[in-house]
């Protein structure tokens, strides 16, 4: 501790009941976290919970928190309660074993896998296409769209075979597991969910469901006398990879085939819908993406991602205004100083990326959609365009453990807008507000109406 520590703990909102029941609704948290940036503009001492609770609101903090200081701090939690359904993978997992299991993970999520990947993402997005002709002028839930095919794309990748009809067992069931979840992420939630209640026997089901298909999936993988489709196989990749001569024992296998599953479709998923919702209510937006996508003259491939800087621009001001990870949470092990305060052992503390992304501090008009802001004056996409300092955009996180998709999510969301967007333009309902459900992601509450317009 420096001579200048601070003992007591930094200011905060006044403890008032109403605001800490209204932080209890799922709309409230990302706007009042955002608000807090203004008013405590490094850092927040927040009132809630059994222990002491601490924002950060500054970038320097964020990458203090997630980089300089990670040997420190765990994850905590609300994120630790989804082991329950998930294992023991690389989301959930403690410090100490965590850098040798993403060695072993890395390799299935490297660069040049993507090409591979990207074969796979367009193959499933050209057969939602299809299931969207027929439906001209229907209402539908964009959540509910976006979060089948993401779940199809990555359930090809992860296992190298098409959920096929297991498809809309592992949709259901997944998203069963994942309201179970947000309960169980609710002070004392974990032993709640242990009561005999309906709505916990049924989430207990779903898990098990959920557990006997992934189960099923990588015995396949594993007999699998034939290639996987298009060479793509994470499951495959992970039962045979080595590191100092160690393999995964089965049941690590299974816990991070259930991770990939979670992780990598429920996020992306939300932010194609967000992405869908954006491009309706700024048309001219939607119309410059869909002529950067004409000029290449063809259906979009991994080869042309460097020709679609305008549509990267158009994923990343999504990430930035509805980041689908929207709060990082981490507990702290080792007494840490944050910004000259000490912050002892068992403090939760909290980095919004919802607040960091529409903080006028760093962002120029920050709460207008503009995907331009992403691009150089030569026109390419680059995540330092518009100038931010570091730790004031972190939609995948930072430091060591930083999203192990984040390529794979960048590569599947260009190619799905840019396949659909040329033959759709959804509308969402002019009724409809912007409310959000802030639980594990940022989801739109209610779901997303929209109705399905061709492209013109
Ligand atoms: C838009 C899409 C995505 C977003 C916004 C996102 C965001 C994040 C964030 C913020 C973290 C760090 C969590 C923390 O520090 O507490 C993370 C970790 C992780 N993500 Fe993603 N993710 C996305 C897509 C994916 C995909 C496609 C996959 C896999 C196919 C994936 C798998 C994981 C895994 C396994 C971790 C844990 C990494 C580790 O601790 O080593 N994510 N993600």
Redesign the pocket.
Known sequence: MTASTRQARPPGPPLRPTAMLQMLRRDTPPWRFAEMAHTFPRIASLRFGAGPVYLVTHPDLVREL?VVQSKSVE?GPA?KSAGLVLGD???TMPNDR?RAR?RL?NPA?HHSRLADYSVVMTAATEEHLKRWTSREGERVDMSEEMAALTLDI?GRALFGAELGDRAGEVYADMGLAMSGWEKMMLPGGTHLMKLPIPAFKRMWAAADGLDAVVRRLIDAAAKRKTEPVHGVDVVGDLMDAEVDGERLPAEAVRDEAM??LL??HE??AN?LTWAWHLLSRNPDIAARLRREVAALGHAPSYDDLLSLPFTYGVVAEV?RLF???WV??REVTEEVELDGWTIPVGSIVLASQFALHRDPRFWEEPTEFRPQRWLTPDGAFSDDAPGQPRGAWF???AGT??????S??WT??VLVLATMAPHWAPVTDPSWRERLHAAVTLRPHGGLPMTLHPAR
Do not use: I
């Open positions: 997630l994850k994120l993978g690389l989301l965590h993403r993970v999520f990555v991770t990939l992780a990598g996020t992306t932010l990430l980041p689908p990870a990082l949470e939609p995948f996180g453990r930083q999203c192990v998709g984040e794979f999510a599947e969301a």
